[in-house]
């Protein structure tokens, strides 16, 4: 999976079909089905994130183009003299040209992940939230077993409000997913109710700040392997010292 830079002069086409965005847009002849974009508006900075729904396709006016649909826009926008801050001439060229003379550019993950550090708080791709572990009913149908689950709705935007205050780092153990795993995992982290939804019983007004807590998948694991949860001071008590290497 690869990641583009798409430039545009363009506002007027990024706001077609308000939220739902999609349609096609030019791009390298190399550019395939889930890679990744970011689109540059030119005068203001990158400004939006997109997925790549189609492999590159010809085309008569542009060569190349694809399907694309618009994921999030990114606010305020990463613009030119916080990217120059970061890259170096030497590095990255074409950025102290303001790309001009481009349409679609190749990025390398390093670029990517050194981008992404300027919007810490925004994931690259919606991740599924991993629920909280409920109890689970089995109930047996010959060779197969079926189990079923409580879910309860999570409000997506009081997730990502958590996160751009907290970041998207484990409050418990420090762990950033881009640090261990890189660019394809920027941004990715786990929300947890400090109070169970599964314990209210009913819809409840949610403070992103004091409500919810960013943990990586193993501390919130963990944060669950008793009722009452631990919270999360609990659980960073409960972890081992780090061994040396020898």
Do not use: Q
């Given at each position: 999976m690869s990641t583009y830079l798409f430039v545009t002069a363009d506002l007027g086409l990024l706001y077609k079909n308000g939220s739902q965005y999609r349609d096609?847009?030019?791009?390298?002849?190399?550019?395939?089905a889930g890679d990744k974009a970011l689109v540059y508006v030119n005068g203001q900075g990158i400004s939006w994130l997109w997925k790549v729904d189609s492999n590159a396709r010809r085309h008569k006016e542009f060569k190349f183009v694809c399907d694309v649909e618009r994921v999030r826009r990114i606010s305020p926008p990463i613009t030119i003299g916080e990217l120059q801050g970061v890259f170096a001439k030497r590095e990255w060229p074409v950025l102290y040209q303001n790309f001009r003379g481009h349409k679609s550019l190749k990025i390398s993950d390093e670029i990517v992940a050194r981008i992404w550090s300027l919007r810490d708080g925004v994931p690259m791709l919606s991740v599924p939230n991993i629920p909280e572990e409920l109890p689970a009913q089995q109930l047996s149908e010959g060779a197969g077993t079926k189990v079923t689950v409580n879910r309860h709705e999570r409000n997506p935007k009081a997730r990502a409000l958590c996160i751009q205050h907290f970041g998207p780092q484990c409050k418990v153990c420090g762990m950033k997913f881009i640090q261990r795993y890189g660019p394809n995992a920027a941004g990715y982290i786990v929300v947890h109710h400090i109070k169970p939804l599964?314990?209210?019983?009913?819809?409840?007004?949610?403070?992103?700040?004091?409500d919810l807590v960013p943990v990586c998948p193993n501390c919130h694991a963990v944060i669950h392997l008793r009722t009452p949860p631990y919270s999360v001071a609990q659980t960073r008590n409960l972890l081992r010292p780090k061994r040396g290497k020898g």
């Open positions: 096609w847009w030019s791009c390298s002849s190399t550019t395939m599964s314990k209210s019983g009913k819809v409840r007004v949610v403070d992103p700040v004091k």
